[in-house]
Each structure stands twice: as structure tokens, then as C-alpha cells.
């Protein structure tokens, strides 16, 4: 199935997802979907089954049951392409995982080079490109360990624009950083939605939810507990989501 521009198809969608680790059941029949150009933000405490639920997406987890459909391809079933998945849909963890011995110029042109055999030249002009996008273009040339937490942070998500995704996953991307050092990432993360792009993305920045999701996911036990537009994080309705903005965890 192809996306295109007049298309109503949601980017991502999620039908009464199953998925356990042996016993324990993680999800138990989350749904969901995101449109092009939304950002749908994830909260829950820990153990909810967030980072499955993200991880389900790009199918680093494989679902037990259910459907998802993520830019037109079945990720729920055995034939999928995983290739052509992973080029529309870029994914930024906590942390970073740039390659140390790379330069911030290379860590970016690989992928491209290597999974879309992008000439070196056209790479690195790419590099230069997403690390403007980012406000980090003096560092084209730097080493990982040079750079601080939240500039590394921007350059994985760089790394990830230089594919050219469809759609953005974020899983808590900021909580590994130095209170200082989350605004600038956070920032990015604005700017992109700003520009148009559809995210995902799972943050304890309740702050950073309300003022730029469209939708909120309120996970709780493995299910959607509640859900709506942003709002929701100011007049909660279940017992389960008012004490979680209650206590800001
Ligand atoms: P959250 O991101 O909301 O904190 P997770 O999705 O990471 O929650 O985890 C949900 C539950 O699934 C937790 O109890 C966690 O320990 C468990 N879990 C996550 N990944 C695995 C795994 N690979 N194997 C076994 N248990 C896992
Ligand atoms: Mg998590």
C-alpha cells in the first residue's frame, strides 16, 4: 500500500495489540493511531509498557496478537519488510548509541551510504544538511565524547532524519540528561513537529506533552487507560491518570 499526500490512512495504527514476555502480559489490547503530521505522546508509569508499545512499531518486538500498519506495511505479520520499515519510521532511544570511534559527519552518512547507497559526497552534504536542522553544524567533524549529552542527543537525532522517515518514535529521550540539557533536545523535538513531521514519542516531560502533542496515551497496566487530546493531562476523568499528573510520575 503507498502513502501519498491525499491519503486518509493513519501513519501508525495499533488494533487490540497482544504482547507478553513469558508469563507477564505487557500489552493487553492497546490501540491507537496517529495521523500524518500529529505527535501523539505516551505517558504511564514505569512498567506500563511504553517502550513495547514503541518497540512494537519498528517491530523490534514482535506482537502476539492483533494489527499494526505503520506507513502502509503489515508489521504484524511474519512477511513484512523490515527493511522498508526502518526506512520510514526513525526511532531515538534514551541513549544515544553513536558510534565513538566516528565522527559526528560519519556516524550521520553511514546509514545512507550503507542502506541507501547514497554517494559519499551527496552523504556528506546530507550531514551538513540534518545537523543545521539541529543547530549543530560546527560539529560536523567531532568525535561522540566531545560533545555534550544534549548535543549527542541532537545528533542521533540527526542520524535518524538523515533517513528521511516517515515518522519519528522518541522513547524518553531527554531522561538521561542533566536537567540543563533537555530544553535544547526538547526544542528540536518542537521544531520538528512544527515542521510537519508525525511522532510517537514516550516522555515523562509533562510540561513538553501538553504544550506539543495532539493526542495523549495514557498507559496503565499494559492497556490504554485514557486517552484524548492534551487537554486531558489538566481535567484527567480516571482515578489512574489523576494521580499520575497528581504526582508528576
Ligand atoms: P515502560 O516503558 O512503560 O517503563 P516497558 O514496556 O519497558 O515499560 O516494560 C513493560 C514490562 O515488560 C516491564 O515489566 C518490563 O520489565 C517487561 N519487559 C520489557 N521488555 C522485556 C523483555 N525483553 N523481556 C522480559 N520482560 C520485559
Ligand atoms: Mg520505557
Known sequence: MQQNAFSSEPIVSLR?????????????????AVDRGEVLAIIGRSGSGKSTALRCIDRFEKV??????????RVDRPDVNLRALRQDVGIV?????????LTIEQ???????????????QAKELARKVLAQVGLEEKLHAYPEQLSGGQQQRA???????????????????????????????????????????????????GFAKSIADRIVFMHRGKVHETGPASILTSPTTPELIQFVGTGN
Open 156 to 206: 542521533a537525532i540527526a542520524r535518524s532524519l538523515a533517513m528521511q522517515p516517515k515518522v519519528m518514535l522518541f522513547d524518553e529521550v531527554t531522561s538521561a540528561l542533566d536537567p540543563e540539557l533537555t530544553g535544547e533536545v526538547l526544542k528540536v523535538i518542537e521544531q520538528l513537529a512544527a515542521d510537519g513531521m508525525t511522532m510517537v514519542m514516550v516522555t515523562h516531560e509533562m
Open 93 to 101: 532511544f534514551q541513549s544515544y548509541n553513536l558510534f565513538p570511534h
Open 16 to 32: 487490540d495489540v497482544q504482547k507478553s514476555f513469558g508469563p507477564l502480559k505487557v500489552l493487553d489490547g492497546v490501540s491507537f
Open 107 to 121: 556516524n550521520i552518512a553511514l546509514a545512507p551510504c550503507a542502506v541507501k547507497k547514497m554517494a559519499t559526497g
Open 64 to 73: 502476539d496478537g492483533g494489527e499494526i500498519v505503520v506507513c502502509g506495511h
